[in-house]
């Protein structure tokens, strides 16, 4: 069967190119002519019950986990969020569930200065579906392309926490998470359910970082993304990995980013916790040490069990 990057590369084959488009698929949004010294980057995401989040689950914890994360494509572009679209198919009208759903969704749009401009509601199967979009100014915005050989590799915050997040999971609600995050935001639990889109930082890395991505299929599924868009190689150092959890795993929304090495001192003094884990060379690929890492090997797969 066929991986999910085969079947988007099928489908979006021939279906032109909009007027006003500036980047297109390939990247985590895609950019569009905005408003005078900017661009648009705008990202959509689906999530489907029992593979981005346990059916049964919270509903302001299904509404934040999901929102965050499809935040974190902007994050990953060095965009200011501006507003988002949700559509939500389900098969429920209970006044509690809903309720608590739209309290998930307030919070977050309300955190990281998103609101929601417009949507739709059906009835269904389960699908909650994220349009986000940012503003990046004309010409600075991070994609995947930008990366060469002899430059610095970095990754924001820790991995594998979120996958240690599901593995331990439990049944858990709004306080109990919350109450977690006020102690600890590396704990397993809120790794998983209240992802931290770095938008803060992505955007301090305007000027800095030759290209980035967020780690949203784990680390090194998502470096390949990256080495076959700018046509280089990366190499992690196994022992700088700041990780608390399986690194191939995925749902960290981490940024995994490269820089040239003269941006070194500049980037280490960033407020943000960011590691250099790694370098780019020449041969294009991804290794683990001296290890190469096959490109289909790892990370989250749609069409996989």
Known sequence: MPHEFELIEHIVA???????????PGDDCALTDFRAGHVLASSIDSFVP?????????????????????????????????????????????????????????????????PIAGGNLSTGAMNLTFSVHGEVPMGQALTRTGARADEDVYVSGVLGGAARGLAELRPADRDAVCALAETSSDHPLVRYWLPEPRLALG???IGLASAAIDISDGLLADAWHIAKASGTGISFNPSRLPKIGEIASSDD??????????MRARIESLRERVTRIGET???IGVWLGDEPVSEFATGFRHFSA
């Open 50 to 114: 029992d593979r981005h989040f346990p059916h049964d689950a919270d509903a302001w914890l299904i509404a934040s986990r999901c929102f965050r994360a499809a935040l974190s494509d902007l994050a990953a572009m060095g965009a200011t969020p501006k507003f988002a679209l949700l559509a939500l198919t389900c098969q429920t009208s209970d006044q509690a569930w809903i309720q608590a759903f739209t309290e998930g969704i307030r919070d977050t749009a309300a955190k990281f200065a998103c």
């Open 203 to 205: 955007r301090s890395l």
């Open 281 to 283: 060379c020449r041969e």
């Open 253 to 262: 929304y981490e940024l995994l980013f490269t820089a040239p090495r003269e």
């Open 14 to 24: 021939g279906l032109g190119t909009p007027e006003g488009l500036l980047l297109g």
